[in-house]
C-alpha cells in the first residue's frame, strides 16, 4: 500500500476524497456507537465497575492525547500524514476485537480493569492518529466550506448513530429480560463487530489523497512552546481546558445516575440519547452555516449558557418519584443539550483550525489537545472521588403547606451523591464561560447581531428549525447570569447580515 502525498491535487481528487471522508465518518461513528457511551457504561457496571473507574474508563480517550506528540515526531520524521493516520488507526481498532473476546475467556469475571488496559491503547493509536488526520483535512478541505463540510459529516453521523443506537437498545435490552445469561455474550458482540466496521473505516481513510506539506524541522521542544507564546492562541487554550474541565466533571456520571439511581433500562435511556442526537441533527446546519458566515466564539458565546442551563437542570432530576415527571425533565435536557454541544464541538473544533498558522497546523493542534486532555482527563476522575465522598451525605430543602383542613410537603430540592457533582459542574461552566471573551477571532460578530439575524432565518424556516428559536429565548433569560459581560472585549463589527437561510 503506497501513501506518498501529492504536491497538488486536482478537483477532482479532492471531490472524490471529501466524499471518502463522509464514508469513513459513517463508519467511525457506528464503531463509537457500538462500544461507546451508554453501551460502554453498562458493559463496565456489568463487569462489577465502581465509580472510579467508571471515571477512569471516561478520562481515557483525552488522557491518552497527551502522547500526540508521537504524531509530530512521526509525520517530521516521514512527512506522511496519511500512513501516519492509517497505520495508527488500524492498530487502535485491534484492540476492540480483544475486548470482544474478554468475555468468552474469563465468563462473567472478566476483569474490569483488563477492559481499561485494551481500551487504553484503543484511545492511544487513536489520539496519535487524531492530529496528523486534523492536519490533513486542513489542507483537504477547502478553509471557505470548514463549517459546513464538517457539520454534514456530523449530521450523517450522527443520523447513523440514532438508528443504530434505537436497534441496539431493543436487542440488548430484550436479551437482558429474555435470555440474561447471554447479555455479557451481546456485548462481546458488539465490540467484535465495531473493530471489524473500524478496520472498514481505516481502508476507506488509505484511499484519501494527501496534499504534500511542508514541515519545520525545528528542535521539537522549541515547536510545542511556540503555540504557547502565540496570545490569543494561548486563551484559547485556557477557555477550552475550562470548558472541558467544567463539562468532563459531571458528563459522564449523567448515563451512571440514570442507570443506578433512577433504575431506567436502555429502552428509555437511549431514546433519550437519540433526542439528544435528532436536537444536534437539527441545528449542526445552522450553527456550522453561520461560524462560517459570522464566528465560531460567537456561536460558543450563545450555546455554552444554554448548556449550562442543562447541567443546573440535572440537580433537579430525582426529586420525585414519578417517572413521568422525570422523563419530561429529562427529555428537555437531552434536548437542549444536543442542540447546545453541537454547536459548542463544531465551533471549538474549527475555531482551533482557524487561529492554527497553515504551516504549523499539526503543532498548533497537537498541542492544544495535550493541554486540553490534562485537565479533561483529571475531571472524571475528580468526579469519581467526589461522587463517592457525597454518597452518604445529603441536602434536602423542603416548602410545607400547613392549614386547618390540609398540611403539604413540597420537595424542592435534593442533592446527594450525583447531584452535588452536577452542581459543581455547573458553577465551574460559569467560570468557564468568563473566560470566553478574552479570545479574539478575525472577523467575530456580537452574539446579539447573530441571534437577530437566527431568528430572521428560523422565521423563514420555520418547520425546519422552530427548535432553535425555543432554545434562544432560554439562552436570553440566562444573560442575567452574566450581566455587565461582553462576549468580545473588541469594538462590535457589524458585519454585513446576510440574507435569511432558505
Not at 451508554?38 to 474508563?57: E, H
Not at 449550562?308 to 443539550?337: D, P, Q
Not at 504551516?359 to 486532555?373: C, G, M, W
Amino acid at each position: 500500500m503506497i501513501f506518498r502525498p501529492k504536491e497538488r491535487l486536482s478537483e477532482q481528487e479532492v471531490h472524490s476524497g471529501l466524499n471518502t471522508i463522509l464514508k469513513e465518518g459513517l463508519t467511525t461513528e457506528a464503531m463509537t456507537t457500538l462500544t461507546g457511551g451508554t453501551f460502554l457504561v453498562a458493559f463496565a457496571l456489568l463487569l462489577g465497575a465502581n465509580n472510579f473507574q467508571i471515571g477512569l474508563l471516561a478520562s481515557l480517550p483525552t488522557l491518552t492525547n497527551v502522547f500526540q506528540l508521537t504524531s509530530i515526531w512521526l509525520i517530521r520524521k516521514y512527512n506522511n500524514r496519511r500512513a501516519v493516520s492509517v497505520i495508527c488507526s488500524i492498530l487502535a481498532r485491534v484492540p476492540l476485537l480483544l475486548i470482544g473476546l474478554l468475555p468468552f475467556v474469563f465468563g462473567k469475571e472478566a476483569p474490569v480493569n483488563l477492559l481499561l488496559f485494551f481500551l487504553f491503547f484503543f484511545y492511544l493509536f487513536g489520539s496519535i492518529a487524531g492530529p496528523s488526520w486534523n492536519a490533513w483535512m486542513k489542507d483537504l478541505v477547502p478553509g471557505e466550506m470548514l463549517g459546513v463540510y464538517f457539520s454534514k459529516r456530523g449530521r450523517y453521523a450522527q443520523m447513523l448513530n440514532v438508528v443504530l443506537s434505537i436497534i441496539l437498545a431493543i436487542a440488548v435490552d430484550s436479551i437482558r429480560k429474555n435470555y440474561p445469561q447471554f447479555e455479557l455474550t451481546t456485548y462481546s458482540i458488539m465490540f467484535v463487530l465495531a473493530g471489524i466496521i473500524g478496520l472498514s473505516g481505516a481502508w476507506l481513510l488509505s484511499t484519501v489523497p494527501e496534499p504534500m506539506s511542508i514541515l519545520d524541522r525545528d528542535n521539537i521542544l522549541r515547536m510545542f512552546v511556540r503555540p504557547l507564546k502565540d496570545l490569543n492562541f494561548r486563551k484559547l487554550l485556557v477557555f477550552n481546558s475550562a470548558w472541558l474541565f467544567a463539562v468532563n466533571i459531571a458528563t459522564p456520571f449523567f448515563t451512571v445516575f440514570m442507570l443506578k439511581t433512577l433504575g431506567l433500562t436502555l429502552l428509555y435511556i437511549v431514546p433519550l440519547t437519540i433526542l439528544s442526537q435528532l436536537s444536534s441533527i437539527i441545528t449542526i446546519g445552522l450553527w456550522g452555516v453561520f461560524a462560517d458566515r459570522y464566528s465560531n466564539k460567537t456561536i460558543i458565546a450563545i450555546c455554552a449558557p444554554l448548556y449550562l442551563l442543562c447541567v443546573i437542570a440535572w440537580c433537579f432530576v430525582g426529586i420525585y418519584y414519578s417517572l413521568v415527571s422525570n422523563m419530561v425533565l429529562l427529555a428537555f435536557i437531552h434536548m437542549l443539550s444536543g442542540a447546545s454541544n453541537a454547536g459548542i464541538n463544531l465551533a471549538l473544533t474549527n475555531i482551533g483550525l482557524k487561529l492554527a498558522p497553515s504551516r504549523e497546523a499539526i503543532v498548533y493542534l497537537s498541542v492544544k489537545n495535550i493541554i486540553t486532555a490534562v485537565f479533561s482527563s483529571l475531571a472524571p476522575m475528580i468526579g469519581g472521588f467526589l461522587a463517592d465522598y457525597f454518597t452518604l451525605r445529603q441536602l434536602r430543602i423542603m416548602a410545607e403547606w400547613t392549614g386547618p383542613t390540609l398540611q403539604k410537603s413540597f420537595r424542592l430540592l435534593l442533592l446527594h451523591e450525583w447531584n452535588f457533582l452536577f452542581l459543581i459542574g455547573a458553577v465551574l461552566t460559569v467560570v468557564a464561560i468568563q473566560l470566553l471573551p478574552r479570545v479574539r477571532e478575525e472577523g467575530e460578530v456580537h452574539k446579539s447581531i447573530v441571534k437577530r439575524i437566527l431568528r430572521t432565518s428560523i422565521r423563514s424556516n420555520l418547520r425546519d428549525f422552530f427548535i432553535i428559536d425555543v432554545l434562544l429565548n432560554w439562552q436570553s433569560s440566562l444573560n442575567t447570569l452574566f450581566k455587565g459581560k461582553r462576549v468580545s472585549n473588541a469594538p462590535v463589527q457589524q458585519g454585513p447580515e446576510g440574507p435569511p437561510l432558505n
